[in-house]
Structure formats: structure tokens, C-alpha cells
């Protein structure tokens, strides 16, 4: 695959700074494989241009950062559809986004939830929009991330708020993650987009070998993580076949409230 090829992404660069847009507002930019395959290929031009010192990440659109894995796809093919590898490389994408040694950017405005969520966690800093949307999804439609999802969160906001967010799934403001440690500066939607270009204009007067390095320390001490993810997805593979996380994806799609209590186990 080649960036000229992608579908679903929008790859960028912008004066050292590399855009990197989930480009399915259609479905509030939630992911499928390919737009998996896609963001990974973009990170790694980003990382192997000399060009580029900081990375942004966002959706297109007033929706929409993104909301995860498409659950419309997942329900009509049973998976996040074909991808280069034969895989659903969300993985290699959570890596990748800690790996590339230049900061990374999350450009929120609209919703931020469920894998999406996790995504922005992963950047290094993360600006909102006044309009965004945080929260989790996971319980509600039968899925979890166990590893950097839960995590970097309690490492951001507390165990608390942690376990809050994803034990009730409700949604926050923008204002209430600013509050709470999830973002670090919230500015009018129509802002959004210069104020990323004046944050990563600062960054790239600094020693971007300073940089790298700091990023690597910062990721040292959450590294273990990413093996509890391991073990996550495993968990989660085999629980999306149950009739429990069925259910979750069925309501979704069907557009109401699931019930799980025939699944409630002791």
C-alpha cells in the first residue's frame, strides 16, 4: 500500500508538522482494518521523514475525532474487514503512535470514545476542541482495551475517575477533561487547528535528539502495558465469538439498550 492509494486517511506535512486525519466522517471516523493498515503506514512516513519534528492526529470533519472500531462493519462481516496483513494491526497502531520518536499531537474535536479514546491517551499531548466528547464504549456494545486503555488512563486521572469512566460509560465534556487531566488545553473549534500549528511550532525549536529521548523515558515506565494488551486482545477475541458481546454489537446496531442480564455470571 501506498500513501497515493489511501481511502481513509489523509497524510499531510505542513512546514515540518505531518497532518494525520482518520478520513471517515461518514462513521464519525471510526476505524476499520484498512484505516488501520493506513494510520500505520502514515506514523511510520512521519517517523522516517527528517522533515517533519511533531505529529498531529485527528478526524475530518465537526463529528468526530474518532469512535473507535466501525461496530457497522464488525456486525455486517462478523471483523473490521480485510486489511494488508490478514490482521486487525490496532496494536502495531498503539505502538507505533509511543514508538515514533517525535511528540504526537491528538487534535480532538467532536467524539472522542471507545479505541478512539485510547487513541488521544496515546498521544504525547492531546488539544481539544470546546465541542469534544470523552468517554468509553466498551461495556455498553460487548468489547474493552484492558492494556494502554485502562493503564495510561489511571496514570493520567487517577484510578478513581479511571474506573468511573469505564465502569459506567458516560460521556464528559471537554471541560471536564481538562479538569480532570485528559487533555491539556481546551480552545473554540475554530481554533483548534492553529493552535496545534503554534504548539508544534515551539516544540520544533527544541532539540528534537532531547526530545526523542525524553519520549523514550516517558514510555519506559508504562511500557508493561502493551504485554497486558497482549493478553487483552487474546481475551477479547475469544469474548466478541460469546453471545454476551453479541448482544453488546446486536443493540448497537439495532439502536437500543443492550441486555446483558442473561449473561450475568457469579
Known sequence: MRIDEFTDVIYEVENGLAWITINRPERYNAFRARTVDELVLAFKRAWADDAVGTVCLTGAGEKAFCTGGDQKQRMETGDYGPSESGLFEVEALHRVIRDVPKPVIAAVQGFAVGGGHVLHLLCDLTLSADTAVYGQNGPRVGSFDAGFGTGLMARAIGEKRA?????LC????????????????????????????AWAAEIMQLSPTALKVLKQS?????????????????????????????????AFNEKRAPDFRAHQKH
Open 218 to 250: 516517558f514510555n519506559t515506565d508504562t511500557e508493561h502495558f502493551a504485554g497486558i494488551g497482549q493478553m487483552a486482545f487474546s481475551a477479547l477475541k475469544l469474548f466478541g465469538e460469546t453471545p454476551e458481546a453479541q448482544e453488546g454489537i446486536t
Open 163 to 167: 474506573r468511573e469512566i469505564w465502569f
Open 170 to 197: 458516560r460521556k464528559y465534556s471537554a471541560q471536564q477533561a481538562l479538569d480532570w487531566g485528559l487533555v491539556n488545553k481546551v480552545v473554540p473549534a475554530a481554533e483548534l487547528h492553529d493552535e496545534v500549528r
